[in-house]
């Protein structure tokens, strides 16, 4: 697959369409199975408490990964990210409700780079607070 974006279509300051992905208890109990990550910061209210966290909290990369889904489905091929990283700032904090927890993700072209690429700089959300700090991915374009 190829990227669906041609670099030459492309200037700094792009926005990408936002996206916002629900999570909720169950959510993170079906992403545990599938990481092997149990930890019960991600599921036990009362453990989570005792820690001193506010409630459950969303994986680390689950959000991550709820993330980059902006810039996977803007290029429409995952194949074309070359690089990604954050900086976790804030927890997603997900009550045990029927709301849940909302992750709200932005992003836009921060440069463009050699080789037909492109940073995309992204601003993660939930809550209001901003959860990943510095999060940013290297896409190759058509």
Do not use: C
């Not at 037909?116 to 990943?132: I, Y």
């Amino acid at each position: 697959m190829t990227a669906k974006i041609a670099y030459d279509d492309v200037e700094v300051g792009t926005e990408l369409p936002a996206q916002s992905f629900p999570v909720n208890r169950a959510t993170l109990v079906q992403y545990a199975g599938a990481s092997g990550d149990f930890n019960p910061i991600h599921w036990n209210e009362k453990f989570a408490k005792e820690v001193g966290l506010p409630d459950v909290i969303a994986h680390g990369m689950f959000t991550m990964a709820e993330a980059i889904r902006v810039v996977t489905d803007w290029t429409g091929d995952p194949g074309a990210l070359v690089d990604y990283g954050v900086r976790f700032t804030k927890p997603v904090v997900v009550p045990n409700d029927d709301r849940g927890a909302v992750i709200e993700v932005t992003g836009k072209v921060g440069a463009k780079l050699d080789d037909n690429t492109v940073r995309v700089d992204l601003t993660v959300t939930s809550a209001g607070l901003k959860v990943l700090g510095m999060s940013r991915a290297v896409v190759r374009l058509a």
